[in-house]
């Protein structure tokens, strides 16, 4: 399997501006999670779905984030509008239902808003 | 919430050196999982261990739940073992097979000179 994609790998926007973060989890797994990454925050769970379904979406920091997952294969992260504290590293991660089942996560989005 | 804490911050080795990664946390938990975060950002699962003592190659893990503790070792490091490595526990909000919803670490950042 290709692992989990994610894209763009790097955006650079401007304030004000629509930004829309894309995924394809591994075929099969029916978790999806997304993730950002700060220096003053670290790494922190923003939502995930469990098959398609939106289960905690508690760490979304504000209505500006809104994400989507319209079938099993592809996800979607907005921010609209995008703030210079949006800068981050944004993770999507896949895993499979079951103990056991590790976390995959994607080579991430590296998002700069100026 | 859960805390979990990591040590040392920074740790500066040799390479050929031996080290060991600690990871502290507060409340019982039903699993534990290490990653590697390499130089180019690339997050990777090394070992899902709720308790005893896995070894894969150069590195082994051992976490004692019942004290709430998990230790992470390389042996005879090398240059490519560099980076930053993350413990992460399950959330509170995790619920049946979400084991990707995790509260990380901060990090132990390793470097390794030739």
């Known amino acids: 399997d290709a692992g989990v994609i994610q894209s763009p790998r790097h955006e650079v926007t401007e304030m004000g501006q629509e930004v829309t973060l894309r995924c394809k989890p591994i075929s099969g797994h029916d978790y999806l999670f997304w993730y950002r990454q700060t220096m003053m925050r670290g790494l922190e769970l923003l939502i995930y779905f469990n098959n398609n379904v939106p289960i905690d979406d508690s760490g979304m920091p504000e209505d500006r984030f809104s994400a989507k997952m319209p079938n099993a294969s592809f996800s979607t992260l907005k921010i609209q509008p995008s703030e210079p504290r949006d800068s981050a590293v944004y993770f999507c991660a896949s895993s499979a239902s079951g103990s056991g089942n590790t976390i995959y996560f994607g080579e991430g989005s590296w998002l700069t808003v100026v | 919430g859960i805390q979990v804490e990591q040590s040392p911050p920074d740790l500066i080795l040799q390479e050929g050196a031996n080290s060991t990664l600690r990871c502290n946390f507060s409340?019982?938990?039903?699993?534990l999982q290490w990653f590697h975060q390499n130089p180019w950002g690339q997050l990777i699962n090394l070992f899902y261990?709720?308790?005893g003592t896995k070894q894969n190659g150069r590195l082994s893990a051992t976490t004692v739940a019942t004290e709430r503790y998990s230790l992470l070792y390389i042996s005879s490091s090398q240059t490519t073992d560099s980076g930053v490595y993350f413990c992460?526990?399950?959330?509170?909000?995790?619920?049946?097979?979400?084991?990707?919803?995790?509260?990380f670490g901060k990090g132990t950042k390793l470097s390794v000179k030739p």
């Open positions: 992460a526990v399950p959330s509170p909000r995790a619920y049946g097979g979400s084991q990707g919803n995790l509260i």
């Open positions: 409340d019982s938990v039903n699993n």
């Open positions: 261990i709720p308790s």
